[in-house]
């Protein structure tokens, strides 16, 4: 069964930095479309950072460019997000999921259960 499962959420400082995992398995992530999505209190979920299957193709929401990269190790079925410079807006559920086809959209088909990143001092 196709699963994904989020990890490296926490409390920070602002300024500081977090790794966030998504961890793949039941499928071959390379052939999939990874996307990090983020939904804060009482906000709509967002797309944050995505790459495509064969990690050529990366995209930022305009508010984490130069502060979060996105990367991926196919070897461990397995899509990081490292965030730095974290600011207190940052504070959300991260989700991420995956799609065969789609691309960084709310409409892909699978998706984690989430990891918490609170940024506060």
């Known amino acids: 069964q196709l699963q994904l499962v989020e990890s490296g959420g926490g409390l920070v400082q602002p300024g500081g930095s977090l790794r966030l995992s998504c961890a793949a398995s039941g499928f071959t992530s390379n052939y999939y479309n990874i996307g990090w999505f983020r939904q804060a209190p009482g906000k709509e979920r967002e797309e944050v950072s995505c790459i495509s299957g064969h990690g050529l193709g990366i995209y930022y929401v305009d508010s984490v460019r130069g502060r979060f990269t996105i990367s991926r190790d196919n070897a461990k079925n397995t899509v990081y997000l490292q965030m730095n410079n974290l600011k207190p807006e940052d504070t959300a559920n991260y989700f991420c999921?995956?799609?065969?086809?789609?691309?960084?959209?709310?409409?892909?088909?699978?998706w984690g259960g989430g990891t918490l990143v609170t940024v506060s001092s």
């Open positions: 999921a995956a799609d065969s086809a789609l691309y960084c959209s709310l409409a892909m088909r699978y």
